[in-house]
């Protein structure tokens, strides 16, 4: 099956283009950003050589939908989708943090737990815990946003205020912020019967100084979900809990001797293991929006694409 694995648009005005690990980001001259959501997987920061047919598609819509359902707490980047796999927003200044929020001993928390920490970015856990309880209230565990090919690191609130990434003042409102998206989000995944286990959020200053979100949010790249139904008893049993997120590539690179560290070999994906990494996400598509996901056509994935934003700029010009 065709998958993304890079873009090439030819926009007029076009300042600069930033490649990241799964998105391409085009800056044109009249301060807006387009957005490509690419089939490209990363995980523990290595992109892998395959794409997830409908991933990018995925992705871009689950972040058009919970952006849309939070714009009353915090306002956001995104202006307009024009295509499956783009998103169109104003440009902003990225701050550089990814604030990570956790409600649940999971992921890289229980990893640090079972190594013997108790405290993660300077937030405590407390004893006696097991992989996958809930914390006694969610607690937040930023990272400094990595430059391209670097690893993100966790960092203490303090750290962060005293090495004068942001300031005491912006990372206070963040907070705020971070608390009030996960208490939405935690109430959207649950109308869906999932648990919001942890994700992150990324945000940017606009021309006019405000903080703004941007990027993806509530994306299975982004969060961990588990199902709310069996929890309880799975928990009680000392079982995995069924979960839809990125967690269960990470898991299977684990379990093949992959972590991204220094002289390990990436393991073979085939054909059938992509194809239901893909079944997952859309899955988890379903499961979060409640709505059917529609695979876009992409017999002729370039075209289509910039068609589309043609389409869009054109309609903008002559309004």
Request: charged share 25%; aromatic share 8%.
């Amino acid at each position: 099956m065709q998958t993304i694995m890079q873009s090439d648009l030819q926009l007029s005005g076009c300042k600069n283009k930033y490649v990241g690990k799964v998105r391409e980001v085009y800056t044109l001259d009249n301060d807006l950003l387009v957005m490509v959501a690419t089939d490209r997987l990363s995980a523990f920061d290595v992109v892998m050589p395959k794409g997830i047919p409908y991933k990018g598609q995925i992705l871009n819509q689950i972040a058009r939908h919970m952006l849309e359902a939070t714009s009353d707490i915090v306002p956001n980047w995104l202006l307009a989708s024009p295509d499956p796999n783009i998103a169109v927003g104003k440009a902003c200044t990225p701050l550089k943090v990814e604030m990570v929020i956790r409600g649940y001993l999971a992921g890289h928390a229980a990893r640090e737990y079972k190594s013997g920490k108790r405290l993660l970015c300077g937030a405590p856990m407390p004893e006696g815990m097991r992989e996958n309880d809930a914390f006694p209230e969610p607690i937040i565990t930023p990272a400094t946003k990595a430059e391209q090919g670097e690893h993100d690191e966790d960092i203490s609130p303090a750290d962060l205020v005293s090495r004068g990434i942001v300031s005491q003042e912006i990372y206070d409102k963040l907070a705020d912020y971070t608390r009030a998206l996960f208490a939405r989000g935690t109430a959207l995944a649950a109308k869906q019967g999932l648990i919001l286990v942890d994700t992150k959020y990324e945000f940017g200053v606009d021309n006019e100084g405000t903080i703004v979100l941007i990027d993806e949010i509530h994306t299975p790249d982004s969060s961990r979900y588990f199902y709310a139904d069996g929890y309880a008893e799975r928990q009680k049993k000392g079982e995995s809990q069924r979960q839809l997120s990125k967690e269960f590539v990470r898991r299977w690179l684990i379990d093949h001797g992959f972590q991204g560290k220094e002289g390990q070999q990436l393991p073979h994906m085939s054909d059938a293991y992509i194809q239901s990494v893909s079944e997952r996400y859309i899955e988890l598509y379903e499961h979060i929006t409640g709505k059917q996901f529609i695979k876009a056509d992409v017999s002729d994935v370039a075209t289509r694409m910039q068609q589309n934003l043609d389409k869009f700029f054109k309609a903008q010009l002559g309004q």
